[in-house]
């Protein structure tokens, strides 16, 4: 005889107070010269370190997770609109640098003008996240698989049965990203005008869940 089985899914989640200040800068230029690109890319980097430092903070937290060069092209039209070519008319700088600070709104501010006044066409994205997120992740799939066991314990004795054995546990193992977004900066300007009040933000507490997949045991079914 078969053995009776239940199959079903667990779920996890908790919120967790970040600790972490995450800038995550983009850069956007057009140049005529590739060379003259790259060259910007690299004082880009340089003034970020220089940033950093000057606000006594180690210039290795800026980290440089995009940097591409790539050609800049127009579509060309005759007069009735029809195309004609695709022509090349220069390059285009995307650089992206990544920022992880500690929570402090004054530090921040300091060093999103700082960023307006010596980086050009740079947009700041500004969030929350954890310095180390895997106690967090281990809390939540310890809750995933409890609420699987629950949740089958209900189910054999609505049914009349008694919960067996675990048969089969199934985790996927995801990458879970875990950063809420607080205020974006879109121009020098912009960020050239940020005040400490302005940058006066109280993070929201960050929501983690994942799932799992169990099978358990059916005993004395009616």
């Known amino acids: 005889m078969e053995e009776a089985t239940i199959t079903l899914q667990?779920?996890?989640?908790?919120?967790?107070?970040?600790?972490?200040?995450?800038?995550?800068?983009?850069?956007?230029?057009?140049?005529?010269?590739?060379?003259?690109?790259?060259?910007?890319?690299?004082?880009?980097s340089a003034w970020m370190v220089k940033i950093l430092e000057y606000?006594?903070?180690?210039?290795?937290?800026?980290?440089?997770?995009?940097?591409?060069?790539?050609?800049?092209?127009?579509?060309?039209?005759?007069?009735?609109g029809n195309f004609i070519r695709t022509v090349k008319k220069g390059y285009t700088l995307d650089q992206r640098i990544k920022i992880d600070l500690p929570i402090d709104n004054l530090l921040v501010n300091c060093i999103v003008r700082g960023i307006g006044k010596f980086i050009p066409s740079s947009q700041i994205n500004i969030g929350y996240t954890l310095q180390d997120q895997r106690p967090s992740e281990l809390k939540m799939l310890a809750r995933a698989v409890s609420d699987a066991k629950?949740?089958?314990?209900?189910?054999?004795?609505?049914?009349?049965?008694?919960?067996?054995?675990?048969?089969?546990?199934?985790?996927?193992?995801?990458?879970?990203?875990?950063?809420?977004?607080?205020?974006?900066?879109?121009?020098?300007?912009?960020?050239k005008a940020s005040t400490s009040d302005s940058l006066d933000i109280t993070p929201e507490d960050l929501v983690i869940s994942d799932t799992v997949h169990a099978t358990f045991a059916v005993e004395n079914p009616q």
């Open 150 to 191: 629950e949740k089958a314990t209900i189910m054999a004795e609505a049914a009349g049965c008694t919960l067996g054995r675990l048969i089969s546990i199934e985790y996927g193992n995801q990458n879970i990203h875990v950063m809420s977004q607080a205020r974006n900066i879109h121009s020098n300007t912009e960020a």
């Open 10 to 44: 667990g779920k996890g989640a908790i919120h967790v107070v970040p600790d972490v200040t995450r800038l995550e800068v983009k850069i956007d230029q057009w140049f005529a010269d590739y060379g003259k690109a790259y060259e910007q890319a690299r004082e880009n």
């Open 55 to 80: 606000n006594k903070k180690p210039g290795k937290l800026a980290k440089t997770v995009r940097l591409d060069i790539g050609d800049y092209t127009e579509n060309e039209y005759d007069d009735d």
